[in-house]
């Protein structure tokens, strides 16, 4: 289970007061400028000087982070023109409180920039099967033509409004296996409706050399495996395969005036075989020394640190499980920031365990948020997911596809949640006494895509969750993981707990328990939809008996129609918390 997450006060107000008044202060229109600042980032004392960004932050300093892809050149105008290039990146970031942007530069298919190393997307292939897939390559090749190279456009950009610009490396993709599945190499079936995407084509060298790879991409495994993901990612144990990703990661270096350099280690979380990845751990290792030594040569010459970023899973244990010694990389100052989990957990990862690891060491951590997970309920929800994290000693977060978010992806009017939510999430009054909804996590293990991709190194969720017949007073618990401490505060109403349920009999009984106490359903709560055998419960609860940290709901299922199956299953909860007032 979680460990109890720290009040926002023992994470150091000062620090979180000077973080959030650093995250945007270049844009005009930024609310958090007039929030205060001080002279030191209090809670984080570096191991040494290395000095400041672009726009003079540090790793501590960036709030909020917005992950992007090679999709600008899809969302400027046609013809291709730096200026629309810019505006279709850096653009929609404009009034929001990002402080960095981080932008992706290698996928499946190939770059999305000016690359001597790594062949431009597109250019792999003899036919493309997309019009998108056309549009990026030749955007990227007439950009390259007029001597303006992508990176140096959106580096530009982001520094001429304050924003620092890192630039991601994928340390694995295997998107092309849904280029697979679309059947990419054959020609397109009749009537096309479904075209490929930019990212799904199978790079050159994966053809070349499937010797690099860590299985076999031609053995039939089960769609949507661990093998089927795993047989088409790169080896890390193979020589050639790193000194592609280094010389990628040493043009990038050298060539851009980037900000920080993101190791991506869940895009895709494959380093090694899975049997081997633990004892081969030593190998990545040495290959990280070797993009630190890199960045700290380049960064010395241009006289601005080169900040080095890692994403990773979510625990020490996730992280050794696919090959990374993390406690050796923070030791040895191989980092300067880290970045936890693929994001789809953003309500029970355990983001105290690596915060506080790299605190130890002054190498801060950012929550990775995965579009959609947080803001499930809107911005209550995210509202919640954000405290959560930076209670528990998170010095900024990283919004995973929330480029989605720009209006380039709805219809006039249709955006649910614009890129304005941000500004949520640099107040800390508003996470503090504002609305929140803390919801159950779902599983990446429960098939399909999430399960053979992300499975093996992202933090477990809780639903759906079986609820069997309790012959013994044994029931099945959930955890609620708050940061709200309402000794200290005064709710405006009642929180209340509401779970869905499937597969109940007409006469079942249910028992109720919250932290150890019954409770009874709200009678007039909604019941749910019993035509389609969902079946809701709401809980009205005092507000005395729910602290900071984990919080269990417990239900029992204590009768059971014999002529059904021995369980029912749990769907989906939340605590909501109302707005709160100071005491």
């Not at 960004?53 to 046609?78: A, C, N, T």
């Not at 090694?272 to 890199?294: C, G, N």
């Amino acid at each position: 289970m979680p460990k109890a997450t720290r009040p926002l006060s023992s994470f150091s107000r000062r620090r979180f007061l000077r973080t959030t008044a650093l995250a945007g202060t270049a844009l005009s229109l930024n609310p958090i400028n007039s929030l205060p600042k001080t002279a030191t980032a209090a809670g984080l004392v570096r191991r040494d000087n290395k000095g400041t960004s672009f726009s003079g932050k540090r790793p501590e300093d960036y709030r909020v982070v917005l992950q992007d892809i090679g999709d600008p050149l899809l969302r400027m105008g046609w013809p291709p023109s730096p200026e629309g290039l810019i505006e279709g990146s850096i653009g929609p970031l404009r009034n929001s409180a990002i402080s960095m942007y981080a932008y992706g530069i290698n996928h499946a298919g190939g770059t999305t920039h000016c690359s001597e190393t790594y062949p431009i997307i597109g250019d792999d292939q003899d036919v493309i099967r997309s019009g998108n897939t056309l549009r990026m390559n030749e955007a990227v090749k007439r950009l390259c033509a007029s001597g303006q190279d992508p990176l140096t456009l959106i580096c530009e950009g982001g520094h001429k409004v304050g924003i620092d610009v890192f630039l991601r490396i994928r340390m694995n993709d295997h998107h092309d296996r849904w280029g697979d599945r679309l059947g990419l190499d054959r020609p397109s079936p009749l009537p096309k409706t479904h075209p490929a995407e930019p990212y799904f084509y199978v790079p050159k060298w994966k053809r070349e050399h499937p010797e690099w790879l860590i299985g076999d991409r031609g053995i039939a495994h089960p769609d949507e495996s661990f093998q089927y993901f795993q047989a088409s990612a790169g080896n890390y144990a193979i020589g050639p395969y790193r000194d592609l990703i280094f010389n990628l990661a040493a043009e990038t270096v050298n060539k851009y005036d980037l900000d920080g350099l993101e190791l991506d280690f869940f895009r895709s979380p494959f380093l090694f075989p899975s049997y081997e990845a633990y004892a081969q751990r030593h190998v990545m290792t040495s290959f990280i020394r070797k993009i630190r030594k890199l960045a700290n040569e380049q960064g010395a010459r241009r006289g601005r640190p080169i900040f080095i970023s890692a994403r990773v899973p979510a625990t020490v244990d996730l992280c050794l499980r696919i090959g990374i010694d993390l406690p050796v990389w923070l030791e040895e100052g191989l980092l300067d920031m880290t970045v936890i989990s693929n994001g789809l957990s953003p309500f029970s990862t355990p983001w105290n365990e690596i915060a506080v690891l790299g605190e130890k060491h002054g190498i801060p951590s950012q929550a990775c948020f995965t579009h959609a997970r947080p803001t499930r309920e809107g911005r209550e929800s995210l509202r919640a997911a954000t405290y959560r994290a930076f209670s528990s000693g998170i010095s900024g977060i990283q919004l995973w596809n929330y480029f989605y978010r720009m209006p380039h992806y709805h219809r006039p009017g249709e955006n649910p949640l614009d890129l304005s939510f941000t500004h949520d999430m640099v107040n800390p009054d508003l996470l503090k006494y504002g609305a929140k909804k803390y919801l159950l996590d779902g599983s990446p293990h429960t098939g399909g895509v999430l399960t053979g991709t992300f499975g093996h190194a992202e933090w477990p969720g809780q639903t759906p969750m079986m609820i069997g017949y309790s012959t013994d007073n044994i029931g099945h618990r959930v955890v609620f993981d708050i940061a709200d401490d309402l000794t200290k505060v005064r709710p405006t109403s009642s929180p209340r707990a509401w779970v869905r349920l499937v597969d109940l009999g007409p006469e079942d009984k249910l028992a109720f328990l919250w932290n150890g106490k019954p409770v009874q359903p709200d009678p007039s709560a909604f019941p749910g939809l019993t035509i389609k055998d969902t079946h809701e419960f709401e809980f009205k609860l005092d507000p005395i008996t729910i602290h900071p940290g984990p919080n269990y709901l417990e239900i029992r299922l204590v009768k059971r129609d014999k002529r059904l199956e021995p369980y029912i299953t749990l769907i989906d909860g939340r605590l909501s918390i109302p707005e709160l007032k100071k005491v």
